[in-house]
């Protein structure tokens, strides 16, 4: 069944340490998106990538990174977690053209200690 | 400038009654509006998608929208709460000129509370 799978769902952390969100999709979209979002409040577009070996910044400036080697794969790297980092973590993706429906995962709660 | 609002932040409704969650949006394109929801602890998951197409769409779990030009709105409806539509609802505006991505536009949300 073609779905788009998020790791781990829970990360608690301390502070300094490197993390790698993972993000796969099984549906064969070009189009990948990460978004931040915190308790309560609108998601924000952090990351993007058009397909393979293309990345670009979004909305909100983020000091994580992202690459995208494989169509199906978007991993999230923080290389020194801290606090302000503690937040939940959605990847999504869609076909490549305009105003295509984006599909989500079920997200990556941070909690950075 | 693009932007998306939703009225209410919060909505209770008593189960069996009907629900409507309001949407609002501004843009100098035409828009494609989407709702989505999302469940405690969960992703989000697609509700309905407006294209330009027929004004009333209708989407999973008994919900349907009505694109309003004239009053640049796209409020949710369903004539029947359950209370497992207990959740988080998101209004999404793409506009076709949008910079980024998509020129995909969230609102902040609102919190449907299902009284039994």
């Known amino acids: 069944e073609a779905d788009i799978y998020q790791t781990p769902r829970y990360l608690v952390i301390g502070t300094g340490k490197k993390i790698t969100l993972e993000c796969s999709q099984t549906?064969?979209?070009?189009?990948m998106y990460w978004y931040q979002q915190d308790p309560g409040m609108e998601l924000h577009l952090i990351h993007y990538?058009?397909?393979?070996?293309?990345?670009e910044k979004g909305d909100l400036s983020s000091e994580s990174t992202v690459s995208r080697i494989r169509t199906e794969h978007f991993p999230l790297t923080l290389e020194s977690a801290r606090p302000s980092h503690t937040s939940q973590y959605l990847c999504?993706?869609?076909?490549?053209?305009?105003?295509?429906?984006?599909?989500f995962g079920p997200g990556t709660r941070l909690l950075v200690l | 400038a693009q932007s998306v609002t939703q009225l209410d932040s919060h909505v209770s409704v008593s189960e069996g009654t009907p629900v409507l969650l309001r949407c609002n949006y501004s843009?100098?394109?035409?828009?494609?509006l989407f709702w989505y929801v999302q469940h405690p602890n969960k992703g989000l998951q697609l509700l309905l998608k407006?294209?330009?197409?027929?004004?009333l769409v209708k989407g999973i779990n008994g919900f349907e929208a009505e694109f309003k030009k004239s009053e640049t709105s796209f409020h949710l409806t369903k004539p029947s709460a359950h209370m497992s539509d207990a959740a988080e609802y998101f209004c999404?505006?793409?506009?076709?000129?949008?910079?980024?991505?998509?020129?995909?536009?969230f609102g902040k949300g609102t919190h449907l509370i299902i009284q039994p």
């Open positions: 549906m064969g979209h070009d189009k």
């Open positions: 999404v505006v793409s506009f076709l000129a949008g910079g980024g991505a998509d020129g995909l536009t």
């Open positions: 990538s058009y397909g393979v070996n293309s990345t």
């Open positions: 407006y294209t330009s197409a027929a004004t």
């Open positions: 843009s100098s394109y035409s828009p494609s």
């Open positions: 999504a993706s869609s076909e490549y053209g305009v105003q295509k429906t984006q599909y």
